[in-house]
């Protein structure tokens, strides 16, 4: 378990213990503890091995408690107790914006609210109203929220669904008579946001397990589907959750079959039918003769086709491709040299700029791109450009005394996260652009712009002469706020023409831009970078995240800004500062 995962463990705990268990200072402990977690690079095993996970940042010996029966085992007593006492609509609540864990128990505890409907009933009659710290306006937002909130019961960003999909499958692979699981579905494809947990195993007895699953503590069980059906549950907190079980000869067919897009299904059948097969959820067939399947290659194999990634089976072309022997080699986190669109302490970040060079070459990379936010940034504490000079004297002296030369030369970029204006102008005079090697431009304010003006600000934006990046492109943040409304295409087309790279901002709550318009810029020659928008060092590690977006997009490594070497990147970063001098 990562402390990223753990982190979000204990971030549950401190909000059911404020909305059921009633102890607010208890909760706020597991709060803290959690946002230290969530931005570390800790290794747990290895601190837990060493009795030493006390020595994490507000981390005491109840929460180190906690994080040791994690470890061991994969969940928290605590967490499974808590959840056996919340009502799941009081998940579906917490999604509304302005009700927080102390809100939500004073809703439950005073008027017994705990469901959107009853949410609703109340804030339509003006119960909501009367209560301290509420009042009309709070009353009013709510009942707008409920819609929203509506729409995201049961689903969640990847990388949660992706914790929620590990307990479980620990859990089923703990089963009597399981031989093999895996997770299939939505999470084996990468999609940023998932509304099912979908798992298939292989066993002898398959109705056994799957009569287990459906009986799985605290979870409630929406089907009264056939004992040898794919069994569903719904998890406490509303996500739903299907698994299949098939005997081994048949687990590559329902892994297959499990996994791929309805789109792709369909063209895998098409494909199949031609050759006198027929493929379903049943398995694969030759006439009334199963085919035996045991894994994937197997299907792929008898259908005439190159096996097919899990994150391209989207029916985007990938069968013809396999059909024809050229599907992409896909980028690897392996293939990452370094990142560009990094946070430090000088703006918004939570690690120095030091602290954040040495995780990087910790990760075996070989350079690492600050950009820091800009003077309009207020809110973020962005950077005058006295403080850029500042830091950019750091970094030449962190480069003299740490950069190492030859083979094992590491360079620290002076970059910035400069700020859009509403114009599509840069927040910084040409003579401060001038001294950084690159320039991210974001958009972080102005949201509500019309889509042509919105299109023509960033038009104007990726035509500035010294803008490198353009930074997560339509501003959504992913189950919380929708992006801005813009033609991205459009942008691209525009980034295109004037040689500017669209990074894929890998925070996982953005993941930005998505894998359609990533695949679009890259058939247009656009450089696509993976940037983890860190402001910690462990924060570094959602590069992960923009990988799985850029493997979906079908993106090569070369056609990724940051899988350069490093004298090939300087050379790239200086050609650009010269074409863009006045």
């Not at 939500?104 to 505890?109: F, H, K, S, V």
Request: charged content about 25%; some cysteine.
């Amino acid at each position: 378990m990562t402390a990223r995962e753990a982190g979000a463990v204990l971030a549950e705990i401190a909000m059911l213990l404020e909305v059921v268990g009633g102890n607010p200072f208890r909760a706020k402990a597991f709060s803290t503890a959690a946002r230290s977690l969530e931005t570390s690079a800790a290794d747990l095993p290895a601190l837990a091995a060493q009795g030493r996970l006390r020595t994490l940042p507000n981390v005491g010996e109840g929460i180190a408690s906690v994080l040791e029966e994690l470890l061991a085992n994969g969940t928290s007593a605590m967490l499974e107790e808590l959840r056996a006492q919340t009502p799941v609509g009081l998940y579906d609540m917490m999604r509304i914006k302005g009700l927080g864990a102390k809100r939500i128990r004073t809703l439950y505890a005073d008027l017994g609210i705990d469901s959107l409907d009853a949410l609703e009933q109340a804030a339509s009659v003006g119960r909501i109203a009367t209560l301290p710290g509420f009042g009309p306006k709070t009353e009013q937002k709510i009942l707008e929220g409920v819609a929203f909130a509506r729409s995201l019961r049961g689903r969640r960003r990847y990388y949660q669904a992706v914790e929620s999909a590990s307990g479980l499958l620990d859990l089923v692979e703990a089963l009597p008579g399981v031989i093999r699981v895996s997770a299939a579905g939505q999470i084996r494809r990468r999609l940023e946001v998932v509304d099912c947990l979908d798992l298939v195993a292989a066993s002898e007895d398959p109705v056994s397990v799957l009569a287990a699953f459906r009986a799985i503590q605290g979870t409630e069980t929406p089907d009264a589907s056939a004992a040898d059906a794919p069994a569903e549950v719904r998890l406490a907190d509303g996500l739903l959750a299907r698994l299949a079980c098939v005997p081994p000869e048949r687990f590559g067919a329902a892994l297959v079959w499990e996994t791929g897009s309805a789109e792709h299904l369909a063209q895998l059948a098409a494909v199949g039918e031609k050759k006198k097969l027929r493929f379903g959820a049943d398995g694969l067939f030759r006439g009334k003769k199963a085919v035996a399947t045991p894994d994937e290659e197997a299907v792929y194999k008898a259908l005439g086709l190159a096996w097919v990634a899990p994150e391209l089976r989207e029916g985007w072309g990938e069968v013809e491709a396999a059909a024809a022997g050229t599907l992409p080699a896909l980028v690897e986190a392996e293939d990452l040299r370094g990142t560009f669109h990094c946070h430090t302490t000088y703006s918004d970040g939570r690690a120095t700029l030091a602290e954040m060079a040495e995780g990087a070459r910790e990760r075996g990379w070989i350079y690492l791109g600050i950009a820091d936010h800009s003077q309009s940034a207020g809110y973020a504490g962005g950077l005058s450009p006295a403080a850029v000079r500042k830091q950019h004297r750091e970094i030449d002296a962190w480069n003299a005394e740490h950069g190492g030369r030859g083979k094992k030369r590491f360079r620290l970029f002076k970059g910035v996260e400069s700020d859009i204006l509403a114009d599509g102008r840069l927040d910084y005079d040409d003579d401060v652009l001038a001294g950084f090697d690159y320039v991210v431009g974001s958009v972080h304010s102005g949201f509500q712009m019309p889509e042509r003006e919105m299109t023509d600000r960033l038009i104007r934006a990726v035509s500035h002469p010294r803008i490198t990046i353009l930074g997560h492109a339509t501003g959504r943040l992913l189950l919380k706020r929708d992006g801005y409304a813009v033609d991205v295409r459009a942008v691209i087309d525009a980034a295109a023409e004037n040689g500017v790279c669209v990074e894929i901002n890998a925070d996982p709550n953005r993941l930005d831009v998505d894998w359609r318009n990533a695949r679009y810029a890259a058939e247009k020659g656009v450089l696509v970078p993976i940037n983890p928008d860190a402001h910690s060092v462990g924060a570094l590690g959602n590069v992960m995240f923009g990988v799985n977006v850029a493997r979906k997009a079908w993106i090569a490594a070369p056609q990724v800004l940051n899988t350069w070497e490093l004298d090939r990147l300087e050379n790239w970063f200086a050609e650009r500062k010269q074409k863009s001098a006045p």
